[in-house]
């Protein structure tokens, strides 16, 4: 019992390290945009395009993913591919020729994809294992490590430092560090788990009859999309809104994300108690209030300052529901169609994440030009005001996963430790 208790903290400490390092790693791409056009040349109306395939990419590797976790482990998934993703990183601030930037945001893309759902995973059947919600506290290590990313951006901005210079040292310390702490995920001992409609003398699955089980994952696929499509919204938006709208200096508009983001930290570093103690329904529903507040402050602010405000209360409001609807997903597979449907159920979740950045940035863009950007904040506000009505998807298992009702018992832990 002591073993299996041991492993399964060792095996959420190294999910977090993994967390932490991609938060890392994503935000030291997407903080130096501008300067890798700036370095290969491209053109703004190239750009776009580049930008475009990255998630496009993603999502297939998402899905290639889904199969892949059917004969290999998610923790083997995640060891091997978090390496490609930082050597990808290190690539693209490190070439000079149009083709090669192209073939490192392509590698990174389909590498990225395949990382974010084995981590999901990985953190989905932790939680299962535990019997309490854990999974806001890995997504809270990537908001860190997304802070720490984009300070070191700032950093290699201001003293003028080269992407290859900027990006070398951080992929030299975060690869080995990701490797090393892979050696301690806690995975399922059996990668063909069972699942409603194998056929289990064969190995293989009956996926017509698994697809239409998976009919529940709508609701949380499309409250997926929607917090993407707000997130995208202040990270390519807000600075933007800030010096254009409400007429903030080139310092000011700085502010906006970096508060977001510290909300965003904050709130799922406490998430979890919320979720022991009121239940998942209620924490979404908190959330999805804040997040619409919050997005209503800044379509109506009079300046500046009250418009910062509202991004802040955003990233509170929003920090609870991406980890929850993993949370759900995995919980809803596993109690409908057995705990080998929870890997499927994730990486299929996880597409929406790449449709919701995919959308957000240009649905804003273009409703801003055509129409207001103060009206345009409107749209992502009602989309995740959507998100309360679907709420209750989160909840068939409230009572195991929030309010401390059900501790974890003794068989749980030795189930979790031996076969997540």
Not at 206 to 215: I, P, T, Y
Request: include cysteine; proline fraction near 4%.
């Amino acid at each position: 019992m002591r073993d299996a208790r041991s492993r399964l903290r060792h095996g959420r400490l190294s999910l977090a390290v993994s967390f932490f390092v991609q938060g890392a790693v994503f935000a030291l791409l997407v903080t130096r945009i501008p300067a890798i056009q700036t370095r290969y040349g491209i053109s703004d109306g190239l750009l776009p395009v580049f930008l475009a395939a990255v998630p496009v990419l993603a999502g297939m590797g998402s899905m290639g993913t889904e199969r892949l976790v059917a004969r290999v482990r998610p923790g083997a998934v995640l060891r091997w591919v978090q390496p490609v993703v930082g050597l990808a990183l290190l690539a693209a601030g490190s070439g000079r020729e149009l083709w090669q930037v192209a073939l490192a945001l392509g590698v990174f893309g389909l590498s990225v994809g395949g990382l974010d759902a084995s981590m999901n995973m990985l953190g989905v059947s932790l939680q299962h294992a535990y019997g309490r919600s854990i999974m806001l506290g890995f997504h809270a290590a990537y908001s860190l490590g997304g802070i720490v990313g984009a300070t070191l951006a700032w950093v290699g901005a201001h003293e003028g430092l080269s992407l290859a210079v900027l990006y070398g040292p951080v992929v030299a310390v975060a690869v080995p560090t990701a490797l090393v702490a892979s050696r301690w995920y806690a995975d399922r001992d059996d990668p063909r788990a069972q699942i409603v409609g194998d056929d289990r003398l064969s190995g293989r699955t009956e996926v017509g009859a698994s697809d239409r089980g998976m009919r529940f994952l709508l609701p949380l696929c499309l409250v997926m999309a929607f917090a993407y499509i707000g997130d995208s919204t202040v990270s390519n938006w807000s600075a933007k809104y800030l010096q254009d709208v409400l007429h903030g200096s080139d310092q000011v508009s700085t502010v906006p994300y970096n508060a977001y983001m510290a909300t965003t930290l904050l709130g799922r570093a406490v998430g979890d108690l919320g979720v022991r103690r009121f239940g998942p329904v209620r924490v979404v529903r908190a959330g999805t209030v804040v997040a619409v507040c919050g997005f209503g402050m800044v379509a109506t602010a009079p300046g500046a300052w009250v418009g910062t405000a509202g991004f802040t209360l955003l990233g509170l409001g929003l920090s609870v529901i991406v980890p929850q609807t993993f949370a759900a997903a995995g919980r809803n597979a596993e109690e409908r169609l057995g705990a080998g449907a929870s890997d499927r159920a994730v990486a299929r979740l996880n597409i929406f994440n790449y449709v919701g950045f995919l959308v957000g940035s240009p649905l804003v863009g273009a409703l801003g030009e055509m129409w207001s950007y103060r009206w345009a904040m409107v749209v992502p506000m009602i989309l995740v005001l959507a998100t309360f009505r679907y709420a209750p998807s989160f909840g068939p298992s409230a009572a195991r996963y929030g309010g401390g009702h059900e501790r974890p018992s003794t068989a749980d832990v030795g189930r979790g430790g031996n076969g997540l």
